[in-house]
């Protein structure tokens, strides 16, 4: 072949090999120091994707197994509370065995009762007591939860714990005194007769309904919000708003006092704060605070607060008025009565039915904690597995790639040299221009 020097083809190719070798040398290098032999989606398109499903399930199954070790937590802080009360309803189940026999005289049976109502006392207390991450366990309110025992949706665990406070277990009747609503100290009402009229006869007023003022129960006039009409005239003025049904007041000899009242409640909607309440014009209801925290409604018997609660009272409520919301009560009556033999006898077939509960709570809680034992191992298999191919798809073989690596490292090398080679050929040309 010829000789040129314009263009070096030869040192063309070993550059454009060398390159090449470098670029692999580049990414064995990249997958080594990493670790991995997908970096970025152009290194495998179609094995990312997979490999980040399979991602994604073992980062779920890897909480899942916490989850449900929590669980297990859980159910271990009810189950521990719960062998408590098991020893103290087999303490009373003996007393009443004891007290059952009648060698026992009223003061035996007294002391005995002492220690009963100690024990049941300490079984509400230890129902009110355990709790998990704030949450009470064994007052009935832990029902209906879900455990995710799961990577996915709807993979849960059903999980219900009875109400096992002395109540629950039938030790004693609650009986719950709901809210309910009173009239406050009537408020005075300032009025005052008409000008230029002639006094109304004296007397006990009271407004009724359909707008009658009536005196002694005879109706004697008619009333407006802010005006008394008796015997054809607008005798009693006062303020916007005052006058409605439930106002009484007092004519004598010409001076007149007025008090509002209000009738008990008929009805309330929603546990509503205890407090005092005033009612102002506009149908506003004042809390003891003067924050306005509702209104009447338009037949004047309702009030609708904020929080969206009711109450509603058997009369209409009037401006300058008020009312009470006493506090909700309860009221405990103990069932488990040794005093006599046949109370003890009594309490026990009661106190075999409660240590019946919670033995059948304990079972369904160990049955519980076993099944979740399982599913912890399930899941931690299941994630190693996944693991595994997830790292078979996105991890290095480091010794394919050192095997890689090493030869990209004598081809660089080679190239390298043969790319010197190459440049030096031309140089036979300058022997020809001598």
Do not use: C, W
Not at 69 to 97: D, F, K, Y
């Amino acid at each position: 072949m010829g000789l040129q020097i314009n263009h070096n083809v030869p040192a063309i190719n070993a550059y454009r090999n060398l390159t090449n070798t470098q670029s692999a040398l580049g990414l064995s290098l990249e997958r080594l120091s990493s670790g991995l032999r997908i970096n970025r989606a152009a290194d495998d398109a179609a094995g990312l994707a997979i490999s980040e499903k399979l991602r994604t399930q073992v980062g779920g199954l890897n909480q899942s197994v916490s989850n449900a070790q929590h669980s297990v937590s859980l159910i271990q802080t009810a189950e521990g509370a719960l062998n408590e009360v098991h020893a103290m309803l087999q303490r009373m189940r003996t007393l009443a065995v004891q007290s059952a026999n009648d060698t026992n005289t009223d003061e035996d049976r007294k002391a005995i009762q002492k220690e009963v109502d100690a024990l049941v006392k300490e079984i509400d207390s230890t129902a009110t007591r355990t709790q998990f991450n704030g949450m009470n366990l064994l007052d009935g309110n832990f029902k209906d939860k879900y455990l995710q025992i799961g990577a996915n949706q709807n993979q849960t665990m059903g999980v219900s714990i009875a109400d096992l406070s002395a109540k629950g277990l039938n030790l004693i009747d609650r009986t719950e005194v709901t809210q309910f609503g009173t009239t406050a100290t009537p408020a005075t009402i300032t009025l005052g007769i008409g000008a230029a009229v002639t006094a109304p006869e004296d007397g006990n007023y009271v407004l009724g309904s359909n707008k009658q003022v009536l005196l002694d129960g005879d109706v004697v006039g008619t009333y407006t919000a802010t005006a008394i009409n008796i015997d054809g005239k607008d005798r009693i003025s006062a303020t916007a708003g005052v006058f409605s049904e439930g106002v009484a007041f007092a004519i004598s000899a010409g001076a007149v006092s007025g008090t509002t009242t209000v009738a008990n409640v008929t009805q309330m909607n929603g546990q509503i704060k205890a407090g005092t309440y005033t009612v102002t014009t506009g149908s506003n209801v004042l809390d003891s605070s003067n924050n306005v925290i509702g209104k009447i409604s338009t037949d004047g018997k309702t009030v609708n607060f904020t929080a969206g609660q009711s109450i509603t009272f058997t009369s209409k409520l009037s401006a300058g008025g008020g009312f009470v919301i006493a506090a909700a009560t309860a009221d405990d009556v103990k069932k488990v009565d040794l005093s006599s033999r046949q109370g003890a006898t009594n309490a026990i077939k009661m106190l075999d039915g409660a240590v019946g509960k919670i033995s059948d709570q304990r079972a369904d809680l160990g049955a519980l904690q076993n099944r979740l034992s399982h599913t912890i191992k399930n899941l931690s298999v299941a994630a190693e597995n996944l693991t595994a191919s997830e790292s078979l798809i996105r991890d290095t073989d480091m010794a394919k790639e050192m095997t890689a690596f090493t030869g990209s490292q004598i081809l660089q090398q080679a190239g390298v040299s043969m790319l010197g080679q190459a440049n030096q050929s031309a140089q036979s040309v300058l022997k020809l221009l001598g």
